[in-house]
């Protein structure tokens, strides 16, 4: 049995990490083992396998593993000139391992355009869109870290638009499924590159974990037998073997704390039972997710960084973008039971980098086919939606046996695209509502960019061509439109070199605070094409290089 | 082709939403409300309800199998949905109590409203029962015949019995509800934990990846 590190709140320990998720956890582990002592404050609990079911009830009470609306309620408003009001408007992971252990696992990297597009395509009217201060080349050898060390199964040079790459994929991809099946022979009728999608779950017993078993609960549930290659699942448990790293779960951090000097001296945190305490430390590396992260920044004002910390820029909270992506669902004449397997096993890039002159937008994206229902979910018609076409009765005998035709006889497709930056889309403290623990609640405001749009109803027109290429007895596609809801929370304390139009530097370092360090879904500049989290956790590898660089030359 | 939600949007109710409904949901009280469905449905003699009176039992069994119906296949009274609902009201769904207290008299008042003389749900034919619960489609208004007193105890009741119903019947039967895997037959779901390929119709003869990219390449070459 392992001894848990534990370390006392006065002990100054090296660094604190606010979150443990796609990027926390990474973070934990690498500058753990590179020897420096970590304490880790992860608002939500600490579960494991053996925690998680496969078992449709999960649905049900979703919050187990997700931010609580009642405890953590959110407001959502248009424009800054719209009163917001109370509504569920974000889902992240709240818990040892964040959103990386609900996650449905799709695991794309960036391209080279998403470092680049500002240079590429020239400003775009209402966007403030931006090169990174980094380039794909320099992420590279970290995806290929992220890639081999937490274990993604997939096929090296199977498209011809992947970016390229120091190695192949550690895994065989995932098996094909019958909507995976359908969707290629679609796809390549039509001339387009269908290929097996790189998904972050063994396809073979690796490094003291099983195999997937496919049985379907991947996306909004946590892997009971651990192939799901959550930080959870694997860096975290590495950091824990250090020796020099205290994962401490329930801990709801609420403030970062400053000295005269304006240097970040810990983070302020309740415990289980709502008593304060202050973790002390030399660092702090913020990778609470991004709305949480601004949330901080912006609850940590005091009177030496009275609009929060680390916001002379004032763009703390700025530029969210969620990603766009309409989709369709059809029905097919024999069973396709997909909804075993894990959700995607066929996606495509055809799209993912277009010309804006020809199509008159900037953007791009990609298509996937999946099913990521539960039965429940899958069955719950009407202004909840679900699997069923539009117009099903939603009760009684026709609701009945639509729902006994349709469950093993349907798939999805789904589209994934950029969502532009906008500096008036953001996360900031809401005036009026708090959360359970009196402190403002999450206000986003969103309205997309009509470029996002424009893509949407370009990646809509897609998914109808290749279901009309298809032998599909029944098709209906989702309304594009704007969105109210946030899955994907990035971009909101974007890095860059300008301390007036960024928040951190390409070291992760926040511009006005030495030793507060930003990772996680805030920190990117453009949003890619939807699918952020292996960016993210390749960013969190890096910049442990980064930070620690710093540190040995006694830069921190 | 029709528009509908948007996916996101319908995550957002599926996820937040539907558990929402379902407001303190605690996991072991789910858990332990599933299993007592799954023992009452299976107990050949019939267990004490916890919430309902043996009388609101028999109306809310009645109203849950009219939502899923019993034809050439189970229905929500075969999956037991009617004893996961007393459950849950006493635990997880506590919220929920007043809405079937005060919901489930006002609907009554809507059978004797419609059907002279009768006065509980249970007592109609099923083209009755079909009839009042039609009166609470939220579009019907244009194909109804005439109208009815407005109602929203009533009208909550029945939303949220039609989702606790759909959730009695498809919940997995491991934990209870959904007595011998009723609901799942009913939409072709196989009860096991673990699948292997080939999973459907249509990836039985699948050539493999590297086989279908070549024979298609050679395909489109004849061309």
């Known amino acids: 049995m392992l001894e848990l590190t534990r370390y006392k709140t006065t002990d100054e320990v090296d660094f604190v990490i606010i979150g443990s998720g796609a990027a926390g956890g990474v973070l934990a582990k690498e500058l753990s083992t590179k020897g420096f002592r970590v304490v880790v404050l992860e608002q939500g609990p600490y579960l494991t396998e053996a925690d998680f079911t496969h078992n449709e009830v999960e649905v049900l009470k979703g919050n187990q593993l997700t931010n609580h609306p009642k405890l953590q309620p959110t407001t959502f408003r248009k424009t800054p000139q719209d009163k917001a009001r109370r509504q569920p408007a974000l889902v992240y992971g709240r818990m040892v391992g964040g959103s990386s252990v609900h996650f449905t696992a799709n695991y794309w990297r960036f391209h080279e355009i998403d470092f680049i597009e500002r240079s590429k395509v020239g400003p775009v009217p209402g966007a403030a869109l931006a090169d990174w201060p980094i380039t794909y080349a320099d992420l590279e050898p970290y995806y290929t870290k992220v890639e081999w060390e937490i274990g993604v199964s997939g096929l090296a040079g199977a498209s011809p638009f992947d970016p390229p790459r120091s190695k192949p994929y550690p895994m065989r991809p995932l098996p094909v499924k019958s909507g995976g099946v359908i969707f290629e022979r679609a796809a390549r009728k039509l001339g387009w590159h269908p290929f097996p999608a790189p998904m972050a779950i063994l396809s073979q017993a690796r490094l003291g974990r099983s195999a997937c078993v496919q049985c379907g609960f991947c996306e909004s549930f946590g892997c009971e037998v651990g192939a799901k290659s959550s930080t959870l699942a694997t860096v975290i448990r590495m950091a824990a073997k250090t020796g020099r790293c205290e994962v401490r779960p329930n801990c709801y951090v609420h403030g970062i704390e400053t000295d005269a000097n304006g240097r970040v001296i810990g983070a302020a945190y309740f415990d289980a039972k709502r008593a304060t305490h202050l973790q002390r430390a030399k660092a702090v590396v913020v990778c609470a997710n991004g709305a949480e992260t601004p949330r901080l920044l912006l609850l940590s004002a005091s009177r030496q960084f009275p609009h929060g910390l680390a916001n002379s820029s004032g763009l703390v909270g700025k530029y969210l973008m969620l990603n766009c992506g309409p989709s369709a669902m059809a029905v097919f004449e024999h069973p396709l039971n997909d909804y075993k397997g894990v959700a995607v096993s066929r996606i495509l890039h055809d799209f993912y980098e277009l010309d804006p002159q020809k199509v008159g937008f900037c953007g791009g994206g990609g298509l996937d086919a999946r099913f990521d229902m539960t039965p429940i979910s899958f069955a719950t018609v009407g202004y909840d939606m679900g699997g069923l076409p539009p117009g099903t009765p939603r009760w009684g005998k026709e609701f009945k046996a639509t729902l006994a035709h349709n469950y093993t006889r349907s798939v999805e497709i789904v589209s994934h695209g950029t969502s532009l930056p906008v500096e008036s889309n953001s996360f900031s403290l809401d005036p009026d509502l708090k959360d359970a623990w009196g402190l403002p609640a999450l206000r986003m405001t969103y309205k997309d960019h009509p470029d996002d749009l424009k893509l949407g109803a370009f990646l809509k027109d897609r998914i109808m061509e290749l279901l009309d290429a298809t032998d599909a007895v029944q098709k209906w596609a989702s309304a594009v439109e704007e969105q109210d809801f946030a899955y994907h929370l990035l971009g909101t304390c974007r890095m860059g070199n300008n301390p007036k139009s960024s928040v951190i530097n390409a070291d992760h370092r926040t511009h006005d605070v030495k030793n507060l360090f930003l990772c996680d879904g805030s920190s990117l500049v453009t949003s890619g094409r939807g699918q952020p989290t292996l960016t993210i956790s390749a960013l969190a590898y890096r910049a442990a290089d980064r930070i620690t660089a710093l540190a040995h030359r006694g830069e921190i | ?223």
């Open chain 2, 1 to 223: 082709m029709n528009e509908s939600v948007s996916r996101r949007r319908f995550l957002s109710r599926g996820v937040t939403g539907l558990s929402a409904a379902w407001a303190s949901s605690h996991w072991p009280a789910l858990l332990a409300a599933a299993s007592h469905a799954h023992q009452a449905a299976n107990s050949a003699t019939p267990p004490k309800f916890g919430f309902f009176t043996t009388d609101e039992a028999k109306e809310i069994d009645a109203i849950t199998s009219r939502i899923i119906p019993t034809d050439d296949t189970p229905g929500a009274h075969e999956a037991g949905v009617v004893y996961f609902i007393d459950r849950g009201l006493t635990t997880f769904s506590v919220d929920d109590q007043k809405t079937y207290r005060e919901g489930l008299p006002a609907l009554q008042s809507r059978v004797a409203e419609m059907f002279h003389g009768k006065s509980k749900f249970s007592e109609l034919t099923t083209e009755q029962q079909d009839e009042v619960l039609h009166s609470f489609d939220e579009q019907s208004a244009q194909g109804r015949q005439r109208w009815f007193r407005t109602s929203a105890g009533a009208q909550n009741l029945f939303e949220t019995l039609r989702q606790h119903t759909i959730a009695g019947f498809l919940i997995d039967p491991d934990y209870g509800g959904n007595r011998d895997a009723a609901g799942w037959k009913v939409i072709g779901r196989e009860r096991e934990h673990m699948f292997q390929p080939p999973f459907g119709y249509y990836d039985r003869d699948y050539p493999g990846w590297e086989v279908a990219a070549k024979a298609e390449m050679k395909e489109a070459q004849k061309k």
